[in-house]
C-alpha cells in the first residue's frame, strides 16, 4: 500500500490514517508524487549523513577535524553549524558502548556551543525548511555530503 506525503504529517492518534512505516522504506511513497520524491529525498540525504559520520568516525577522524575539513572544502562557513548537527544526529543513535570519553567530550562541547538540541528523525526537513529551502541550503547540504563521501574514498576524489 503507498502513502501519500501528506499522511507521513498526519496525527500518530487518529485511527483513519495509516502507520508510518520504517523512515527508510521508499515503498511506501507514491510514485509521481512531487511531494513524496522531495520526501524520499531528504530520508536519503539524512540516511547517508549519517552513515558517512558513522563510517568517518569508524576510519579515526574526529569531529573538529570533520567540521575543518567540510568548511574548507565547501567554502561556507554555514556548512560548519549542519555538520555539527550531522555529528549531533549521529552520536544520538550511537550506544553508550559506541562512545569513548573523548568523543563524547568533543560532542559536548558542540551541542553546548551550538545549542543544537533537534537530533529526532526528519530532522534534516526541519533543518530545510528553516532555512527556507534556499539555493544556499542545497548548497550547504549537498557540499557536505560530497566532501564526506570524498574523505570516505580519496581516489574518487582525486
Excluded: K
Excluded at 502507520?19 to 539524512?46: L, N, Q
Excluded at 568533543?106 to 551550538?114: F, N, Q, S, V
Excluded at 541550503?137 to 570524498?150: P, Q
Amino acid at each position: 500500500m503507498a502513502l501519500h506525503e501528506r499522511d507521513i504529517h498526519a496525527d500518530d492518534d487518529d485511527p483513519a490514517q495509516p502507520p508510518w512505516s520504517a523512515p527508510i522504506d521508499h515503498d511506501v511513497f507514491t510514485d509521481g508524487c512531487p511531494a513524496c520524491e522531495a520526501a524520499r529525498a531528504a530520508i536519503s540525504m539524512e540516511f547517508d549523513l549519517r552513515q558517512c559520520s558513522l563510517r568517518l568516525w569508524v576510519a579515526g577522524w574526529s569531529p573538529i577535524e570533520l567540521l575543518d575539513e567540510v568548511v574548507r572544502t565547501t567554502g561556507l562557513a554555514r556548512s560548519r553549524d549542519f555538520m555539527v548537527q550531522v555529528l549531533l544526529v549521529d552520536d544520538s543513535h550511537r550506544s553508550d558502548q559506541a562512545r569513548t570519553p573523548e568523543w563524547t567530550a568533543r560532542i559536548d562541547a558542540l551541542r553546548a556551543m551550538t545549542g543544537i538540541s533537534d537530533v529526532a528523525d526528519g530532522w534534516f526537513v526541519r533543518w530545510a525548511v528553516a532555512n527556507r529551502c534556499s539555493v544556499e541550503s542545497e548548497c550547504i547540504a549537498n557540499g557536505t555530503l560530497r566532501t564526506l563521501y570524498d574523505l570516505l574514498d580519496p581516489q574518487v576524489a582525486a
